[in-house]
């Protein structure tokens, strides 16, 4: 296998700066008025931040992979400005996923998470039935578990609200493992 430096500086860098998101949000022109927002994204601050940014949109670019540059800037007291790159189409999402798999250490919990359970969803267009959303929000649960991601930096769409809004019994078990 011929070794690709660009894109496991970037796998590196990405795993170690970068985040997935997975995001309920609502939207009342959707099935279940709830959207799914999955993307990848980095952000930097400093000096050479712009420069860096670049350097991995050049990396992905040259992948076939698009992404979007912004600047930030942060209004919150002692926040730096800063870039954002973000990977937000399904295509390019699924695309970056496959690509630095192999050189993912940090975050290969949720990259796996990400690739055998949530993007199998996507592509059965489940991600918007009513079994879809609560089982994309069980795997958030569990990721934040993983990742020992306090209940106070959780989002406001999460399993126990749509258990609540779809008067779903507590005690029924949400199995988070796709079934293809």
Known sequence: MQRNIGLEWLAGFFDGEGCFSIQIRKDE???NDHILILNAKVNQTGVDSKKTINKCKKILNNEGIKCFVTKRR??????KNGWLLEIT???????????????????????????????PLIEQNKH?????????????????????????????????????????????????????
């Open 29 to 31: 022109d959707m099935k």
């Open 74 to 79: 942060d209004k919150r007291k002692n926040r």
């Open 89 to 119: 189409t399904r295509k390019d999402f699924k695309m970056f996923v496959e690509k630095i798999e192999p050189y993912i250490f940090n975050k290969k919990y949720e990259l796996k998470r990400i690739k055998e359970d949530i993007l």
């Open 128 to 180: 918007t039935s009513k079994e879809g959303i609560l089982k994309i929000s069980q795997i958030k649960k569990e990721i934040y578990e993983y990742k020992d991601i306090q209940k106070s930096q959780r989002s406001k769409y999460n399993l126990e609200y749509f258990r609540e809004k779809w008067d779903i019994d507590q005690n029924i078990e949400i199995d988070s493992e796709t079934t293809t």
